[in-house]
């Protein structure tokens, strides 16, 4: 398997947690995140009182994977999170996917 790399425009430096998604690592704000996704919320509320010093996300050693999400369904969230809608046309099966993982990250904005 080859080394997970940090995506080109998803990997904030100055943000708090650290994704893995397929093969790429993506660097993102919590509190946006938590404001888009309930799931993320309750995520982010109980590793914040769990007292533990070493968490999964805090660096690109120990991502904090996202176990069947595909990577396109993981972008569209992030575009429409980041106010960052690409211009162009999405297929059936990555709206489909989009949809699924709203569902299951139960986002606010979908």
């Known amino acids: 398997m080859s080394k ?3 995506h080109p425009v998803y990997y904030f430096h100055a943000s708090s947690h650290v994704f893995q998604v ?3 690592l993506y660097k993102l704000c919590s509190l946006i995140l ?3 996704s309930n799931v993320f919320h309750d995520m982010f509320a109980a590793t914040q009182n769990s007292g533990q010093m070493e ?8 991502p904090i ?3 069947g999400i595909s990577w396109d369904a993981f972008e569209l969230f992030l575009e429409l999170t980041f106010g960052r809608i690409c ?3 999405y ?3 990555e709206l489909t996917k989009f949809l699924q993982f709203c569902d299951m990250y139960q986002c606010c904005h979908a």
């Open 91 to 93: 297929t059936l099966n």
């Open 34 to 36: 938590s404001s888009a």
């Open 87 to 89: 211009t162009g046309s």
């Open 55 to 62: 968490l999964d996300g805090m660096s690109n050693d120990k």
């Open 65 to 67: 994977h996202l176990e």
């Open 4 to 6: 997970a790399t940090q």
């Open 22 to 24: 397929e093969n790429t």
